[in-house]
């Protein structure tokens, strides 16, 4: 009895096979190491095998000892080619049955059979069996003897076979080693896997139905959802000729070597695929965008306290303006007055201003780590751990020279006391010639008081006109209009050293947040980005791996 499952194909084998080489480049440190290397070993086994001969099909007979495997090859073959008996194991080495030799020999060598264990199948094609041209029947070591447990034969063989054939018999079908062991590890496989129910003749037509039913069921529950089931007899010959007549729907296709490799391909991406999110979820673009790039840089403006020293820049203008501009009469008074703020302890803005502007600018480590990690926590959203402790280590990279490099870059803009502006330096000169003015304005006013109004003395010849008391009117109208001129620069000039302190502020905030950006963009974003990019990559080869 024979249940055939359906086979399905797909195209692109090449172009799964780049994705998974990229992948296996780009997943170190994102992939489990196990993984890569399975995925590493699938690419050698798939660039080997497509190497060689497409015209022959490698079917591997698999089982436990007692199962009948060798008697079920012998009859299959036609031929007594490998040893049976009581003793077991019996098959100590693979052996080969091969039906068309031609471009057989390379691949049999990769498969490492010993020559003295190969056999030809040339003159079958005159007994009727030409559809069993092109195949290589394969009689592994028993998978459950002593022998096997340091020979990895039949292991290897199950690997790299194209079609695996699991003899089963009625006593042992359900033999938790070969179930736990192979045929769960093979779940998915179904187009390339057949079990075969051997010793048939010892059931009844009923427990046999019964044995394939619960054998079916069992296969099921363990991920074969299709699986193909043949019955045999190896001694008396009854279902044999079913199982040649599957080996040869299979073999005259010449698709086996590449429906086994595409089935490996499903289970590494079934695999693979945990380490992305979910199908549907956005993928991260791999350039970090405008807004995200500015709530970094003003993160980190906050950590280094720009704003702080704009503030302070705006301080520094004012009080060293008024070493500068407005009117030197009302600074004189102001140095008079006691000050309040003494008697508060608080020190001399002046010294503290200067003390502050003369130093560097300080970025705290801590603050500028969380500025960081608010950057990286919005990109990593829904990525799997080991990608989103990647964007991470990736932003941390240089994390540790970036407050130095932060303090250093500021330092350069933070405003300093020895500049002066041009322009303070003319209205100094000028407020100072009007004081002049005024003073020479008040000497006149007083001799002409003295000599022309008191009438004190007389002046020397030559200065008389400084003593007419006719002058005192135009003099003091003179004095009054300089002081008010005065008054009218300091208001002036104040009103101007607001406007320059706010752009002063305006200035060196731009500038610095220019180098917050430039650091941010070099330490941090550069390296995210890569990260991003290889994450993408990483996505795109996963999708084409799916095929």
Known sequence: MTTVGTIQTRQGLGSRLAALARIVELGPGRVEPKLLAESGQLLLRAGDRLKLSSDHTVVALAGGTGSGKSTLFNSVSGLELSPTGVRRPTTARTHACVWGLDGAGPLLDWLQIQWRHRFARASALDRGESQLHGLILLDLPDHDSIRALTDTEADRLIQVADLVVWVLDPQKYAD??????????????????????????????EELLECVADLEDLLRREGVEKPIIVTTSAITGKGVDGLKAVLAETVVRRRAAVQRLEADLDRLTLRLAKTMPADGAPVPSASIDDARRIGLTDALCDAVGVPAVGEAMENVYGVRSMEWVGWPYTRWAAKLRPDPLNSLRLGDLRDEIR????????????????????????????????????????ARSRSLQLPQVLSEELSEVAPRLDRVPGWWRLLLVWQYLLVLLSVAGLAWFGTALVY????????????TVFGEASSLPWVGLMVLSVLGLGLLTAVASRNFVALGAGNERDRLEREMRRRVAGAAATMVIEPVERELARYNEFSSAVRGVRG
């Open 176 to 205: 938790a080693s070969t179930h736990r062991r192979y045929v769960t590890e093979l779940a998915g496989q179904d187009a390339v896997t057949i079990f075969v129910l051997n010793q048939a003749d010892r059931l009844e037509p």
């Open 355 to 394: 003390g502050f502007t003369g130093g560097s600018v300080s970025a705290q480590p801590a603050e500028v780590d969380n500025a960081v990690q608010a950057f990286t926590d919005g990109l990593t959203s829904g990525m799997h751990e080991a990608w989103r402790n990647g964007i991470k280590e990736a």
């Open 452 to 463: 022309g109004g008191f009438g004190a003395g007389t002046l020397p010849e030559g200065l």
